[in-house]
């Protein structure tokens, strides 16, 4: 994919010599400079590290913008999304690029729901991991295991029929492979899929329901797949982007997406979900009081930081937590659960949007903050929520691995600046002192 070239350039000077640098604009009317040249012309290269000023591609899957608290998928706002859309339909959006018809959505659906099923004999692995193993661990490791099955979806330049059988292998099988791993690690058989179930009803069954258990309750199923459909994508974020640079050395997609899943899992990222709970339950075990941990944040000798506060981009709000927060009061209304976590959250997000230190940078709840409640009412346990946070993201995951894949975009390799010491003589053991 190319981006705009426009009319505009930028000048830099440096010791004397001036070059010219393409501005690139998208879409959306953000612009860039283009430096895929300015090491060949000066020898210099630009830092920038945590990436907050660089653009590794060009993009069409969504649009983000954090000043105005904008999110939108191929066009289409979050808000429309979250509310009419379901989570097949949203991944079809988000991979293929446009909302499927009547016939599209049926067989994306059918093809998908007919890929459930774990190969035969994979299940035995889930036995070889010890209790104490994170579910994410399990989830990333066993992604790598599928591939294993599949040697024919390895090509690392897939056909338009291979591509389409990847994607829809990991879209079927991830979340199954999630239910297995979580049924495994309680001692507990397996559920089978079904096929008659929607995505998200579908993964809820399989994780809590078998012989004699009803369907998944509708409430529950609804809150689910907003989740899913708020977190199916956010741009290059950390998980995105390495799916990305993982991606870009022609690696399968199973590696990609499993390196995506150790990069979610991270409590600045992904993980934040489960490190939310962890802080409102331990505020609640030492008596309620949430200034102690607004203090704890503020206070820069100290590493803590205010779970499900602050976002990279977001800086006015985040348009999913207010999403997922009125879904959080409408799950708990109906499912009538009182939890007191919920008061703590309110109390400290209240404490938090009035005090200066948060007020100045900006930092406002993110949808981590809410999602874990939500996802606590709906009976899923707190080290299983960053699994969650993965099964959104898969649509995302995937449209991004295949933007890449078509684009042809080359290894990703981003260079540095020398810091450590300039050459010296290896001196023998004997001579060190
Ligand atoms: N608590 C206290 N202080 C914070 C917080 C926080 N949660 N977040 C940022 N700050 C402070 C920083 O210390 C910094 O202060 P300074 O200017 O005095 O040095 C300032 O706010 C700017 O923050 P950055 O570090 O530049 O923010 P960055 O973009 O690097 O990090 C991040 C963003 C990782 C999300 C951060 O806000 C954070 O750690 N939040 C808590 C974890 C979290 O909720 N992660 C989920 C992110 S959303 C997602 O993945 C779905």
């Given at each position: 994919m190319t981006a705009a070239a426009s009319t505009e350039t930028a000048k830099l000077s440096l010791n004397g010599q001036t070059i010219d640098l393409p501005v690139i604009i998208g879409t959306e009317k953000e612009k860039a400079f283009e430096i895929?040249?300015?090491?060949?012309?000066?020898?210099?290269?630009?830092?920038?590290?945590?990436?907050?000023?660089?653009?590794?591609?060009?993009?069409?899957?969504?649009?983000l913008d954090g000043e105005r608290g904008v999110l939108r998928y191929r066009g289409i706002p979050i808000e429309q999304l979250a509310e009419q859309a379901t989570s097949t339909e949203t991944a079809h959006l988000l991979?293929?690029?446009?909302?499927?018809?009547?016939?599209?959505?049926?067989?994306?659906?059918?093809?998908?729901?007919?890929?459930?099923?774990?190969?035969?004999?994979?299940?035995?692995?889930?036995?070889?991991?010890?209790?104490?193993?994170?579910?994410?661990?399990?989830?990333?490791?066993?992604?790598?295991?599928?591939?294993?099955?599949?040697?024919?979806?390895?090509?690392?330049?897939p056909t338009r029929e291979e591509m389409d059988e990847i994607i829809l292998t990991l879209?079927?099988?991830?979340?199954?492979?999630?239910?297995?791993?979580?049924?495994?690690?309680?001692?507990?058989?397996?559920?089978?899929?079904?096929?008659?179930?929607?995505?998200?009803?579908?993964?809820l069954n399989m994780v809590f329901g078998g012989p004699g258990k009803k369907d998944p309750d509708p409430t529950i199923v609804q809150a689910f797949r907003q989740m899913l459909i708020l977190h199916a994508d956010?741009?290059?974020?950390?998980?995105?982007?390495?799916?990305?640079?993982?991606?870009?050395?022609?690696?399968?997609?199973?590696?990609?997406?499993?390196?995506?899943v150790s990069a979610l899992w991270g409590p600045l990222h992904g993980g934040?979900?489960?490190?939310?709970?962890?802080?409102?339950?331990?505020?609640?075990?030492?008596?309620?009081?949430s200034k102690k941990y607004i203090a704890m944040a503020?206070?820069?000798?100290?590493?803590?930081?205010?779970?499900?506060?602050?976002?990279?981009v977001y800086k006015n709000f985040d348009p999913r937590s207010r999403i997922i927060k009125k879904a959080c009061d409408q799950v708990l209304a109906k499912l009538g659960v009182?939890?007191?976590l919920l008061d703590i959250a309110k109390q400290l997000e209240e404490a938090a949007l009035k005090d200066e230190y948060f007020v100045t940078r900006k930092l406002y709840p993110n949808v981590d903050f809410y999602s874990g409640i939500i996802l606590r009412a709906i009976g899923i346990p707190t080290n299983e929520?960053?699994?969650?946070?993965?099964?959104?993201?898969?649509?995302?995951?995937?449209?991004?691995?295949?933007?890449?894949?078509?684009?042809?975009?080359?290894i990703g390799r981003p260079r540095q600046i020398y810091m450590g010491p300039t050459e010296r003589p290896y001196r023998p053991l004997t001579q060190r002192g």
């Open positions: 895929g040249k300015l090491r060949d012309q000066t020898g210099v290269i630009t830092m920038d590290p945590g990436f907050g000023n660089t653009g590794s591609c060009v993009s069409s899957i969504t649009f991979i293929y690029g446009e909302l499927p018809n009547k016939r599209e959505l049926e067989q994306f659906t059918q093809r998908v729901s007919e890929r459930y099923a774990l190969p035969d004999g994979m299940e035995r692995f889930f036995d070889a991991f010890p209790k104490s193993a994170h579910p994410m661990a399990v989830l990333s490791a066993m992604i790598t295991v599928l591939s294993s099955y599949y040697p024919q979806l390895l090509n690392p330049y879209m079927a099988k991830i979340p199954t492979l999630a239910a297995v791993a979580y049924r495994r690690s309680r001692g507990l058989d397996v559920v089978a899929p079904r096929a008659d179930l929607g995505y998200s009803a579908n993964y956010h741009e290059q974020n950390c998980s995105t982007s390495t799916v990305r640079l993982v991606g870009s050395s022609r690696t399968n997609a199973f590696s990609s997406i499993s390196s995506g934040a979900n489960q490190a939310v709970i962890e802080m409102l339950e331990s505020i609640q075990k030492g008596g309620g009081d503020k206070d820069k000798t100290s590493m803590f930081r205010l779970m499900g506060f602050g976002h990279r009182k939890d007191p929520f960053t699994v969650i946070f993965a099964l959104g993201r898969l649509p995302g995951w995937l449209a991004h691995w295949k933007e890449l894949v078509e684009s042809g975009q080359r």
